[in-house]
């Protein structure tokens, strides 16, 4: 799918797929993408993994082009690390590349990124008596099942990322009260009927 150059977006291509291909690195990144800038204890902390390893994970999405330091955060010795984009762009073509190495990395990818998708899920389902009656009301878990061609199918998929991507332009400033990230999970998928 071609959509607008965003410089927030980041265009995954065969080498950055590579660098970022690995479960921690990517739970690094979205780390970073959702919480702001932090150290690599903070982050083993946050995920349940040693210092070493997230600190040796943030150098090679460093040198992928992903995170960059933070020196503005820093005291000291200590390293602190953001998120170069906000958004990243798969291109489907990766899933077919010449080199197999590619193609794994692109399968690895699109089944981490699921595998997020229902950490969130079950976080959401496992703390929603944390949140306020207000955000309780305010959660949807739906599916539903059309008959499409491909092309309705594509056609479902930009309106829906177009009317997602209208609410940026409305979300309130920072200080509103209630405010919350909140995110919003998309699958468009063909299954067979037998």
């Known amino acids: 799918m071609t959509e607008p150059h965003d410089p927030q977006v980041h265009s995954l291509d065969a080498r950055s797929l ?4 690995h479960p921690l690195r990517m739970r690094l990144l979205n780390a970073l993408r959702r919480g702001g800038p932090a150290t690599a204890s903070q982050l083993a902390a946050k995920l349940g993994e040693s210092s070493g390893a997230t600190s040796y994970h943030l150098r ?3 040198a992928h082009g992903f995170v960059e330091d933070a020196p503005e955060h820093g005291k000291g010795r200590e390293r602190w690390w953001r998120a170069i984009h ?7 073509a990766l899933l077919k590349d010449r080199d197999p190495e590619v193609r794994g990395a692109a399968d690895l990818y699109m089944h981490e ?10 976080t959401w389902l ?5 949140w306020s009656e207000t955000w309780n009301r305010s959660s949807d878990m739906s599916d539903w099942t059309l008959s499409l061609t491909p ?13 997602v991507e209208s ?11 209630g405010t919350e990230q909140v995110r919003v999970h998309t699958h468009v998928i063909p299954v067979h009927t037998d």
Request: a negative charge.
């Open 18 to 21: 590579r660098g970022l291909a």
């Open 60 to 62: 090679q999405l460093a």
């Open 86 to 92: 906000m958004g990243l762009r798969f291109d489907e």
């Open 113 to 122: 990124v699921a595998n997020q998708h229902t950490r969130e899920l079950a």
């Open 126 to 130: 496992g703390t929603r008596e944390d």
């Open 151 to 163: 092309e309705l199918a594509l056609e479902l998929i930009h309106k829906m990322h177009e009317l």
């Open 167 to 177: 609410y940026r332009a409305l979300a309130p400033d920072d200080g509103t009260p």
